[in-house]
Nanobody, 119 residues
């Protein structure tokens, strides 16, 4: 079994920054594609940013130029640097990872971390 644990969320004023962390642990595994998703109240969960095992990144248009996704494979950790935050970025942020463990690819989710941006 593999666990993903997010941290780094909190309350910040508009224009501020936060850095989210997603740490994986558990059974022997290799992390493949990693994604950061968010879900605001009353809205569907959306993919914010993704990064492949080779480091290729993609972003939703609303965060391009403000958010940066990265990963440290040696530490089994992914990051989401969020700058110039806006009130509309307020949501619960979730880490998602495709993980190769015991010969099978499986999808895992973290428990989420709340990000609140005040105006």
């Amino acid at each position: 079994q593999v666990q993903l644990v997010e941290s780094g969320g909190g309350l910040v004023q508009a224009g501020g920054s936060l850095r989210l962390f997603c740490a994986a642990s558990g059974s022997p595994f290799i992390m493949g594609e990693i994604g950061w998703y968010r879900q605001a109240p009353g809205k569907q969960r959306e993919l914010v940013a993704g990064i492949s095992s080779g480091g290729h990144t993609n972003y939703v248009d609303s965060v391009k130029g403000r958010f940066t996704i990265s990963r440290d494979n040696a530490k089994n950790t992914a990051y989401l640097q969020m700058n110039s935050l806006k009130p509309e970025d307020t949501a619960v942020y979730y880490c998602n990872a495709q993980v190769l463990t015991y010969g099978s690819w499986k999808e895992y989710w973290g428990q989420g971390t709340q990000v609140t941006v005040s105006s």
